[in-house]
């Protein structure tokens, strides 16, 4: 199966040595478990990372606030359109997991929408989104490409 995974510049360096180890799978707005994004999308718009390089303003701060997050003022979303990670793996790997299927099961109620929604384009790019719960060695990678 292959599959992509978006990145920074800054972070490829770590990547290519340790492989894809870091990463985040929301099931709430203040929990989170480990794991590796994914799609089968090549196309880094629509999944979310649409605001790298952007600046967090004051009220975005307070908002966050709000919420229980502690994302100060000034604050630099990463740019994660970086780079493309083109990976190869089995699609029976028992580490990897659809998306929908399983935020169904371990997200709170109406919370995986929620996050479908706002990466835009009426979530139907989550349809392409799946997670790795492990490392994705180095020899699973086909391709790096600068974007």
Not at 110 to 129: M, N, P, S, V
Request: charged fraction near 30%; glycine fraction near 8%; include cysteine.
């Amino acid at each position: 199966m292959i599959l992509y995974h978006f990145t920074t510049l800054s972070a490829l360096e770590s990547i290519r040595r340790e492989g894809l180890n870091r990463g985040e799978a929301p099931i709430s707005e203040s929990r989170a478990e480990k794991a590796v994004n994914l799609t089968t999308d090549r196309d880094p718009s629509g999944h979310g990372l649409d605001h790298g390089g952007h600046v967090v303003s004051e009220e975005e701060a307070a908002t966050f606030a709000a919420k229980g997050f502690k994302i100060p003022a000034g604050t630099v979303y990463a740019n994660k359109r970086e780079a493309r990670i083109t990976i190869k793996l089995p699609s029976n790997d028992p580490k990897l997991k659809r998306w929908r299927s399983w935020s169904r099961k371990h997200c709170e109620p109406g919370y995986a929408e929620r996050l479908e929604e706002a990466a835009g384009q009426g979530g139907r790019k989550a349809k392409t989104w799946w997670l790795y719960f492990g490392t994705v060695p180095t020899e699973a990678f086909l391709e790096i490409d600068l974007l």
